[in-house]
């Protein structure tokens, strides 16, 4: 079956970086679009980055030149690296796939505090 296992959260100070890994399986992984989502207590899930399958990627306005999102096509993993964090950028980070198909990770926490 289908599995997207994310890693690489956990707490980090401000100004800290964090790098998400997702270990994609079941999958033909490199036709696939890649994308990071969060969600924060109370809000809704939003997109962070994406990484199309030639390699092109965009980014939330909040995002662009902090965060950067590449993929691995022969380890089958997307990752995120994420620069300069802020504690606005706490929540639950969540990984995608998309193609014919959506399919989501369980997710990994990322706190941002001092």
């Known amino acids: 079956q289908v599995q997207l296992v994310e890693s690489g959260g956990g707490l980090v100070q401000p100004g800290g970086s964090l790098r998400l890994s997702c270990a994609a399986s079941?999958?033909?992984?490199?036709?696939?679009?890649m994308g990071w989502y969060r969600q924060a207590p109370g809000k809704q899930r939003e997109l962070v980055a994406r990484?199309?399958?030639?390699?092109?990627?965009n980014y939330a306005d909040s995002e662009k030149g902090r965060f950067t999102i590449s993929r691995d096509n022969a380890k089958n993993t997307v990752y995120l690296q994420m620069n300069s964090l802020k504690p606005e950028d706490t929540a639950v980070y969540y990984c995608?796939?998309?193609?014919?198909?959506?399919?989501w990770g369980k997710g990994t926490l990322v706190t941002v505090s001092s």
């Open positions: 990484i199309t399958s030639e390699g092109n990627t």
């Open positions: 995608n796939a998309k193609y014919a198909m959506d399919f």
């Open positions: 079941g999958i033909a992984f490199r036709f696939y679009a």
